[in-house]
């Protein structure tokens, strides 16, 4: 099992650019996740699913658009990308008979300019 | 949601035993403590999680006071691959999932 990747690794963004972060998982989780992580600071919820085409919203979601068509992937959107949205962007998946054991992605290191 | 606070840092000698303290002296009869480590560079790793009573696995050991006000993640010789942030996060069945990570203990240790 490759677990959960994330791509790119590394990302540069003028401002006001869009983009979307990629995130896939193969452990057939109904449960995935984003999280931001800036400098020095813990990890903060973004957006989550509890399957394929239901999504809501976390603790920062403004700015960012998710949507889930399959059980593999949860891809993040950046409409218009902002300095503030500088950060790293983790993904995370988990069985929802089971969401006590996370597994996260190695993450995508976001730097808009 | 109720909270926890942990040392920022702690420091340890290779191979000698590790003990990471967290409050959480509002937390409800329904919350889980879940333990997380992050090593430099990666995403967060599930390391140990209890209700009410010590747990052991392969990586470290839970103890949880009997008022569950507080807990101390074990771990039993600190290697240097154990060097990373701690985080101690209060999860209950309602939060669907959803981790809130505080700031965590930054763990060092020494050769």
């Known amino acids: 099992n490759a677990g959960v990747t994330q791509t790119p690794k590394f990302q540069v963004l003028k401002t006001g650019q869009s983009m979307t972060l990629q995130c896939a998982q193969d452990m057939n989780h109904e449960y995935m996740s984003w999280y931001r992580q800036d400098p020095g600071m813990g990890l903060r919820l973004i957006h989550y699913?509890?399957?394929?085409?239901?999504?809501d919203q976390g603790e920062v979601p403004n700015g960012y658009n998710v949507s889930r068509s399959t059980t593999e992937d949860f891809p993040l959107r950046l409409l218009s990308a902002a300095p503030s949205q500088t950060s790293v962007y983790f993904c995370?998946?988990?069985?929802?008979?089971?969401?006590?054991?996370?597994?996260f992605g190695p993450g995508t290191r976001l730097t808009v300019l | 949601d109720a909270k926890t606070t942990q040392p920022n840092s702690m420091e340890s000698n290779e191979e000698e035993p590790v003990h990471l303290p967290c409050n959480h002296s509002t937390i409800s009869g329904t919350d889980y403590i879940h333990w997380y480590r992050q090593l430099p560079s990666q995403g967060p790793e599930y390391v140990i999680h209890?209700?009410?009573s010590n747990v052991n696995n392969r990586m470290a050991s839970l103890a949880i006071a009997e008022d569950r006000k507080s807990s101390t993640l074990i771990l039993h010789r600190a290697t240097l691959r154990d060097a990373a942030v701690y985080y101690c996060?209060?999860?209950?069945?309602?939060?669907?999932?959803?981790?809130?990570f505080g700031a965590g203990t930054q763990v060092v240790v020494t050769p």
């Open positions: 209890g209700l009410t």
């Open positions: 996060i209060l999860m209950n069945g309602g939060s669907w999932g959803k981790l809130q």
């Open positions: 995370a998946s988990s069985s929802l008979r089971s969401t006590d054991t996370q597994y």
């Open positions: 699913s509890v399957g394929a085409g239901i999504t």
